[in-house]
């Protein structure tokens, strides 16, 4: 379920491969992010595993501030925590 109202888009797989083979830059920009992206997923993975568990919760709602916080007029940060009570 989204958390606000989205839209995707559907390409088919050869259109998007083509649209890549003509498009280089694209191609490149596109490259840069994933692998970037994958270096951050496994860096994560790597720190989670030598951390207790007050660490990985510091570094969980870290990592919440970096992606969603909210600066209020006050100079505060706000940021939503997608967790129930039960979690």
Do not use: H, W
């Amino acid at each position: 379920t989204a958390l606000v109202d989205s839209d995707l888009c559907v390409y088919p797989r050869e259109r998007f491969e083509r649209v890549m083979a003509e498009a280089a830059s694209i191609e490149r920009m596109l490259l840069r992010r994933t692998l970037a992206s994958l270096n951050d997923a496994r860096e994560r993975m790597l720190t989670l595993g030598k951390r207790g568990a007050q660490e990985r919760v510091a570094g969980f709602l870290l990592d919440l501030v970096d992606r969603t916080a909210v600066r209020m007029a006050d100079g505060s940060i706000s940021i939503d925590v997608p967790v129930s009570r039960g979690d």
